[in-house]
């Protein structure tokens, strides 16, 4: 049996010592893999909950629908509302904790309604070593990170999810539109409208892996460099569109996509607030 073959069977085998499991869904590559594995495993007794609030893009909420539907997932939606939180909107790097909690809080409240104790996320092992603040909600509130615990890769749950049929396979990786601002910038429902529109005009043209960052009045767009000479091809019309969109300012990011380059800017603040986030 190989290194990926004894991971999955890892996996079940963790999977099949609970009574049921709610897996936070959103329809990314971790979760949409662990809640098949989890259905595969549990049946009836795995429920895969998708968190609703303005920073979960429309494309992304139809996507999680979509694929919830083509791999017979028992599917439900909770409505969050950590927009109505301060600590949230002003976007500290702690930021995703009180997302994480929010969420929790709602998961928490199906588990008593469905009698299914355990919750579960898609932390993966190349997330323990990254600044992920939702991590620390998580384990105050004892959500298990099943993923990890089998010491999956994401490239170990790409390669399982092609095996398996898990249409994400090969779906470029989508966090949520909060993680578009610089820290310290607050978050405002407006500025999430536009930020999603601005990504939507990439994708009409035919871009699958992108981010838009949010500079007050400057888009910056993140894309493959491979991709860079095709959106200078298309540069007036996304140029134009984003202007209608409200940026007075488009900009392409030489150094091209990387995920969570908002994170790159933590060198800035103080180490000790760093870490009072970081640290379980």
């Known amino acids: 049996m190989s ?17 049921g499991l709610i897996v936070g869904y959103s329809g990314g590559v971790d979760s949409t893999f662990l809640a098949k594995v989890a259905t595969d495993v549990l049946g009836e007794r795995a ?21 919830a539907e083509e791999l ?13 939180n301060p600590e949230y909107l002003k976007n500290a790097p702690d930021r995703c904790y009180y997302c994480k909690q929010e969420m929790f809080v709602h998961l928490k409240k199906l588990s008593k309604e469905t009698g299914i104790k355990t919750i579960a996320i898609g932390v993966i092992v190349d997330d323990l070593s990254d600044h992920r603040p939702g991590q620390k909600a998580a384990r105050e509130d004892g959500v298990r990170m099943p993923l990890a615990e089998a010491e999956l890769t994401k490239d170990d749950i790409r390669a399982l999810s092609a095996r398996l049929g898990v249409p994400t396979w090969d779906k470029p990786s989508f966090a949520c539109l909060s993680s578009r601002f610089p820290y310290g910038e607050e978050i405002t429902r407006e500025k999430l409208a536009m930020v999603e529109q601005a990504e939507d005009v990439l994708r009409s043209n035919g871009f699958r892996q992108f981010r838009v960052r949010h500079h007050k009045d400057l888009a910056r767009i993140e894309i493959p460099a491979e991709d860079m000479p095709r959106l200078l091809e298309v540069r007036d019309a996304v140029y134009d569109r984003l202007k209608e969109i409200g940026y007075a300012y488009i900009s392409m990011d030489l150094k091209g996509y990387r995920s969570g380059s908002m994170n790159e800017t933590l060198v800035q603040i103080e180490p000790s607030a760093a870490l009072s986030v970081s640290t379980p």
């Not at 290194?3 to 009574?19: F, H, N, T």
């Not at 429920?47 to 694929?67: D, K, N, P, V, Y």
């Open 47 to 67: 429920l895969s909950a998708a968190a609703i609030s303005e920073s979960f893009s429309q494309h992304e909420r139809g996507e999680a629908r979509r694929f």
């Open 72 to 84: 017979g997932l028992n599917y439900v939606e909770v409505i969050t509302d950590e927009m109505n």
């Open 3 to 19: 290194e990926l073959e004894q991971k999955y069977e890892k996996l079940r085998s963790i999977l099949a010592g609970m009574d």
